[in-house]
Each structure stands twice: as C-alpha cells, then as structure tokens.
C-alpha cells in the first residue's frame, strides 16, 4: 500500500489547516490509520488514529478538541482537520496504516506503511 500525504503549509497560530492521505489502494477492514508527526529534535509523536471499520477514532491529548481526522472510504482517504493551530504543532505529520490491537493504537511500530510527509509550520 503507498500513502500520499498533502495538505501542510504554512499557517499563523489560531489558523486551520486539512490533511489528506490517500491510500493507493483500499485499506484491509481490520487496518487503522493514523497521523504521526516530527518536530526538529524531537521523536515521532502519535497524533490521531481511526479505525477503518467502523471509524472510531483517537486522539492524543495534546491535540483532542482541536483536530478531528475522518475517512472516506470512496476514496480510500483519511483526512486531519486541524484547528486552533498552535506554534507547537510545527513538524512534518506523516500518515501511516497498520494493525495495531487497541491499546496499541498509539504505538507507530504497528504501522507498516508510511506516507512521504508533509510539512505544517505554524508561525506565532
């Protein structure tokens, strides 16, 4: 499966900016996709997830109130609406699908397959 990851930019802090990542092809039901991210010097950090069934979704806490990622399985996308953006939510947010059991769903070592990356800079 190849993820394309679009949508980043540059955005003033308060701003809204929508993620997509399209999959090449259609996700195995029992597979979630998720949103990570990378700041300079930083690890990668969980950022939401949704179950492909059934759409639940998961959220880490730094970010639940202010994004919502939904799917469209017509298009074999998942989206990230970001909200309330913040200077801290500068990093490149990459897309991945895996099969992570539930209480794993924020672990990305149980994501095969990674997206290239898109860059969101939120200038304060």
């Known amino acids: 499966v190849q993820l394309q990851a679009s949508g980043g930019g540059l955005v003033q802090a308060g701003g809204s900016l929508k993620l997509s990542c399209a999959a090449s092809e259609r996700p195995v039901s029992r597979y979630t996709m998720g949103w990570f991210r990378q700041a300079p010097g930083k690890e990668r950090e969980f950022v939401a997830a949704?179950?492909?069934?059934?759409?639940?979704?998961y959220y880490s806490d730094s970010v639940k109130g202010r994004f919502a990622i939904s799917r469209d399985s017509a298009k074999n996308t998942v989206y990230l609406q970001m909200n309330s953006l913040k200077y801290e939510d500068t990093a490149v947010y990459y897309c991945?699908?895996?099969?992570?059991?539930?209480?794993?769903?924020?672990?990305?070592?149980?994501?095969?397959?990674w997206g290239q990356g898109t860059q969101v800079t939120v200038s304060s």
């Open positions: 949704i179950r492909w069934s059934g759409g639940n979704t």
């Open positions: 991945a699908i895996g099969n992570p059991i539930l209480s794993s769903t924020r672990d990305s070592q149980y994501y095969y397959y």
